[in-house]
T-cell receptor
């Protein structure tokens, strides 16, 4: 059974950089035809796709966040990471990591999500 | 990229059927058969219900079905049950090799 678990700081100050990690168990992040993505959801609002990384290493990002986002893999630890710079209150949300297949739009496994609050 | 358009809310009585629409453009929904639907209960991660417009993942009830016409995809839930009450989101692959979600629809079972 594939499991994903997000971890990182629950509180970030404005203008700082967020760093989140997603630890994957039950599957290797470096094999298979899968994408590994980050998605976020502000409280009471809808889902927003942040970006994804294919097992080949290629990435795609949401155009609205592209200048601030980096997604990478640590194959030695079987982890996915998210770096989001210049955080503002608008970035306060639950952040999910997820695995997808096909053209990357079909998310079959999700983490439980981690709440990140941006506040001074 | 703009979010796909979904109705904010729909409702139905137990046993009835409801349909949730998801409208995009020729650059996303209308251009590809890569539309997925997710169910999200409060405080939980989304769950995949339909993918590639009309395919069922293993373990998902056939009471949930998907279709597409032009730039609009639809999710139909038949034989409504109390546990179907949740938020539902559509998503689509886009011509920019990105992904876009719908704004979400709250399904209320009366």
């Amino acid at each position: 059974q594939v499991q994903l678990q997000e971890s990182g700081p629950g509180l970030v100050k404005p203008s700082q950089t967020l760093s989140l990690t997603c630890t994957v168990s039950g599957a290797s992040i470096s094999s298979g035809s899968y994408f590994w993505s980050w998605i976020r959801q502000p409280a009471g609002k809808g889902l927003e796709w942040i970006g994804r990384l294919y097992t080949s290493g290629s990435t795609n990002y949401n155009p609205s966040l592209k200048s601030r986002v980096t997604i990478s893999l640590d194959t030695s630890k079987n982890q996915l990471s998210l770096i989001l710079s210049f955080m503002t209150a608008a970035d306060t949300a639950v952040y999910y990591c997820a695995r997808s297949f096909g053209h990357g739009e079909t998310f079959d496994y999700w983490g439980q999500g981690t709440l990140v609050t941006v506040s001074s | 990229q703009s979010a796909l358009t979904q109705p904010a809310s729909v409702s139905g009585s137990p046993g009835q059927s409801i349909t949730i629409s998801c409208t995009g453009t020729t650059s996303d929904v209308g251009g590809y058969n890569y539309v997925s639907w997710y169910q999200q209960h409060p405080g939980k991660a989304p769950k995949l219900m339909i993918y590639d417009v009309s395919k069922w993942p293993s373990g998902v009830s056939s009471r949930f079905s998907g279709s597409k016409s032009g730039n609009t995809a639809s999710l139909t839930v038949s034989g409504l049950q109390a546990e179907d009450e949740a938020d539902y989101y559509c998503s689509s692959y886009t011509s920019s090799s990105t992904l876009v979600f719908g704004g979400g629809t709250k399904l209320t079972v009366l």
